[in-house]
């Protein structure tokens, strides 16, 4: 809250210069901030903000002009280095005489000592100027002392100086601050980085959440912008590129609150997370593992954010227990070339004048151990050495010469080119095709910041070391990561390696590289761990979220019959075509059984067998009667009707068979007309024989021989074909109007198709049954009031049985044919067609088989004559 304090108190300062400025003919500064600097003139003057320093204390403010200053505490080399890799890519510009011509950069480099307050007040110093006064020109401009800065280092930091620097539209192009928050462009206008946004390292980070299956992640921030704006994003992010979610989100605090790092360490340890996500600061896992190596929390696989993937000060033998196997993003390496040697010179480059290089005094005496003169009194009874300025860095031991590992440098380096390719081409900028008011271009002496953002927007070039730099709509630069991993080599030592890239191109997009068998695992079993809520559905399953729970802790449902998941983690049941079925394991579409009357099958075979056998035994019984058809017992059994009965139950035996088998457009409608015709023949056939019986009879009494003559061959003939030529009309019209046809049921199985015959027309089927049980009716009856006519004329009793077994069957088989589903139906037909056939052949000519097999005999006239059998 001071801080914010501060901020808007500056602000009002900033406002009261402003007011100043337009109220007289010179602006006067009301204020002068006293900084840790270093400097270079030059033509063009790029400012720099670096934290040089851990902490610093800021003064009382007053609306006094007294001088503020500012007291920063514990210098910090790799801060310095920042700064000095600025100054040397500067020098490197200079000395191209190519790339600016008649042009000389120089610098102004500031210290933020880690406090908002400091950065943005040196902020402001470069913005407006540090002389005491200068004179306006009319127009009430003025070129500002600062056309560019790189900086600053915290995201919080550049939050607060870009929201009042873009007023001024001056560029400010940040090496270190990765907030989202600040690709927001009406926001922060004049706002540039070339370290990638955090959005883009959300998305790394679950590019490796996803390579190694990883959905279920604690998720630690740091109680900042850096932080929170990363809690807000990372579970929608994580949950649409990956339905991934995350355990628990905790944010670590400042200070040692050691209540709620104890408390916070409690929920990784009973969370069921094996994975933990941290975007915090330095200090803060420093803090957060004293409480880790306090309860013991191991077997964790820590993901690191830029901002501690690197650093040196948790890779001691105490944390790698703990944190060995981390895997982490990490700014982008580069090499710069010739930066240590410049480095390793500096007193030759900036001792000649000392005056306002107070950071690169403190250098030095932190460095070499020395003050200079004039010494405090206390340092030199103390011992201490003064320093001369010329004192060798070649010579000693320190942090600030190691270049192995340049990455906030590199983005420095990459910050300080783009200001200057910006530069460049707006001095190259030919008069009249200018992108400005008139076609104008600006000139060195008029430029102003924003004319210098124009160009910036549309930079790009490509890096010695082979990295595109260019800006978006949202000043953000093309991203590019290293993904690092924390190990343990054989001898001992901590090593954090390169394992793969993370980067996104203009032409290619987003990618990531990725080698595995480089990574070190901390795990017994050297790979991977698993760190799910829910194992994964197999195929053949669907997901169930579990009510009340994160998206990613669900119940695997198997799909339900006819319903298939051929992936894994599938959401739901896909349904499978008509024709097709779920597999025993719901993971694919099989087609479905199918199911008729088969030849191969049991029941088709026994049908089919009872079939032919029927028939045979009707051929042989048709051979019998011929062979013995001089013999009286076939001569007075009408052997003209008998052998057509004959070959009628022969139909009747084979007709059969167009029922068994896959039904067929032909079989269906050739099936029941088959049958009908058959049946009519063979009962009209029947029907005959018994009106024949009665004729007799009534021709034996006196006066009835006149009735034999309705009934002399040639009638008893066309009869037949009258009443059979009934049913063929009959059948015809059915075929005609609504004709049976093949069809798939898929209503009686789920899991079947029923391939069956439907009748087409239900009334056609009646008709033609009706028509068959009249017949067979009128021959009962018939037969029936013959029972009992004397022995020599009694064939009628043979009849009245046969007809009765006949229309048993038939009455039996309605119901049993409605209620029989797709093949059995079909068998069921069969059934009566078999046994209706067999009553008839067995009644009828069984007892004749008999006789003339067994008993020859009575196969004579007398015997006949006298004993009536059959005659």
Not at 638 to 644: A, I, P, R, T
Request: charged fraction near 15%.
């Amino acid at each position: 809250m001071w801080a914010h304090y501060l901020y808007i108190k500056l602000s009002v300062m900033l406002f009261c210069f402003y007011v100043t400025s337009h109220c007289s003919p010179s602006c006067e500064l009301r204020r002068q901030f006293h900084l840790n600097g270093v400097h270079k003139s030059g033509d063009v003057i790029l400012g720099g903000l670096f934290e040089v320093h851990y902490t610093s204390v800021f003064p009382e403010l007053t609306f006094t002009s007294e001088p503020q200053h500012l007291k920063c505490q514990g210098f910090d080399p790799p801060g310095f280095r920042h700064a000095m890799t600025m100054a040397f890519a500067v020098e490197e510009i200079n000395q191209n005489s190519d790339f600016l011509p008649n042009v000389t950069l120089g610098y102004s480099l500031y210290d933020n000592c880690a406090t908002l307050v400091t950065g943005f007040s040196a902020a402001l110093s470069m913005a407006s100027g540090q002389e005491d006064k200068f004179l306006l020109r009319d127009d009430c401009t003025g070129t500002k002392s600062v056309l560019g800065i790189v900086g600053d280092s915290f995201s919080t930091f550049t939050i607060a100086t870009s929201d009042v620097i873009g007023l001024f539209r001056l560029p400010l192009v940040s090496y270190f601050a990765t907030c989202s928050c600040l690709s927001n462009r009406q926001k922060f206008p004049s706002f540039f980085r070339t370290i990638p946004s955090d959005a883009f390292q959300v998305q790394a980070m679950i590019q490796i959440l996803k390579r190694f299956g990883w959905r279920w992640a604690g998720l630690l921030v740091s109680d900042d912008d850096y932080g929170l704006h990363v809690a807000r994003s990372f579970p929608s992010d994580l949950a649409q590129a990956y339905g991934g979610c995350l355990a628990y989100t905790e944010v670590l605090p400042w200070g040692e609150d050691q209540a709620e790092l104890s408390r916070i360490v409690n929920v990784m340890k009973k969370s069921t997370a094996r994975v933990v996500i941290v975007f915090a600061h330095q200090i803060h896992m420093i803090q957060l593992m004293k409480e880790v190596v306090v309860q013991n929390v191991t077997g964790l696989q820590w993901i690191a954010s830029e901002a501690w993937t690197t650093a040196t000060v948790l890779q001691t033998p105490q944390l790698m227990p703990y944190l060995g196997g981390a895997l982490g993003i990490a700014i982008r390496r580069g090499e710069i070339p010739g930066l240590k040697d410049f480095l390793s010179k500096l007193q030759l480059n900036f001792f000649d004048d000392r005056t306002g290089n107070d950071m690169m005094i403190e250098f030095w005496e932190h460095t070499f151990e020395c003050r200079f003169a004039p010494a405090p009194a206390e340092w030199l009874k103390a011992g201490g050495a003064l320093c001369t300025g010329h004192e060798d860095l070649q010579n000693i031991d320190t942090e600030f010469l190691d270049v192995s590992n340049l990455r906030p440098e590199y983005n420095v380096y990459k910050a300080v080119y783009a200001l200057a390719h910006a530069l460049g081409q707006l001095l190259r900028c030919e008069p009249g095709r200018g992108p400005f008011s008139g076609n104008s271009c600006a000139t060195l002496h008029t430029l102003e910041p924003w004319q210098l953002m124009y160009y910036l927007e549309n930079i790009n070039f490509t890096t010695s070391f082979g990295d595109e730099v260019s800006f978006d709509e949202n000043g953000d630069a093309l991203p590019a990561y290293d993904v690092m991993n924390w190990m343990v080599l054989p001898d001992g030592e901590i090593a954090v390696q390169n394992v793969g890239v993370v980067k996104k191109s203009a032409f290619k997009g987003e990618e990531m590289t990725l080698d595995e068998d480089k990574i070190f695992w901390n795990f017994q079993f050297k790979g991977a761990p698993v760190s799910v809520c829910s194992v994964s559905c197999p195929p053949g399953t669907r997901m169930a979220q579990k009510k009340g729970e994160p998206v990613c802790c669900f119940d695997c449902i198997p799909c339900s019959d006819g319903k298939i998941s051929n992936t894994t983690d599938s959401m739901d049941c896909s349904v499978c075509p008509e024709d097709f079925w779920s597999s025993p394991a719901r993971d694919q579409c099989v087609p479905k059984k199918t199911e008729f009357l088969s030849y191969h099958e049991p029941l088709g075979i026994c049908l089919t067998t009872a079939s032919l056998l029927g028939a045979f035994i009707c051929a042989l019984v048709f051979g019998i009667f011929t062979y013995h058809r001089s013999t009286p017992l076939v001569r007075a059994n009408n052997s003209e009707m008998s052998f057509l009965l004959l070959v009628s139950l022969k139909l009747c035996f084979l007709c059969s068979l167009l029922f068994i088998g896959r039904p067929r457009l032909w079989t269906c409608q050739l099936r029941h007309a088959a049958f009908g015709i058959s049946f009519v023949l063979c009962v009209s056939c029947i029907l005959v024989k018994t009106m024949v019986v009665l004729a007799v009879f009534k021709a034996s009494k006196p006066g009835g021989g006149a009735t034999l003559k309705w009934f002399g061959a040639l009638q008893q003939r066309g009869t037949v074909f009258a009443l059979t030529s009934v049913q063929a009309v009959i059948c015809v019209a059915w075929l005609v109007s609504a004709s049976p046809t093949p069809h798939k049921n898929i209503k009686y199985h789920n899991d079947k198709i029923v391939y069956e015959c439907v009748v087409g027309s239900t009334m056609g089927f009646a008709v033609l049954l009706g028509y068959i049980g009249l017949l067979a009716l009128l021959s009962f009856m018939l037969a029936f009031l013959a029972r009992n006519l004397p022995d020599n004329f009694n064939e009628a009793k043979l009849i009245t049985f046969s007809m009765l077994m006949f229309c048993a069957v038939w009455v039996a088989f309605v119901p049993a044919y409605v209620n029989s589903p797709g093949k059995y139906a079909d068998a069921v037909e069969v059934f009566a067609i078999l046994a209706s056939s067999f009553g008839l052949l067995v009644a009828l000519f069984g007892p004749k088989c008999y006789i003339i097999l067994l008993r020859p005999e009575r196969n004579t006239k007398k015997a006949i004559m006298g004993r009536g059998i059959n005659t």
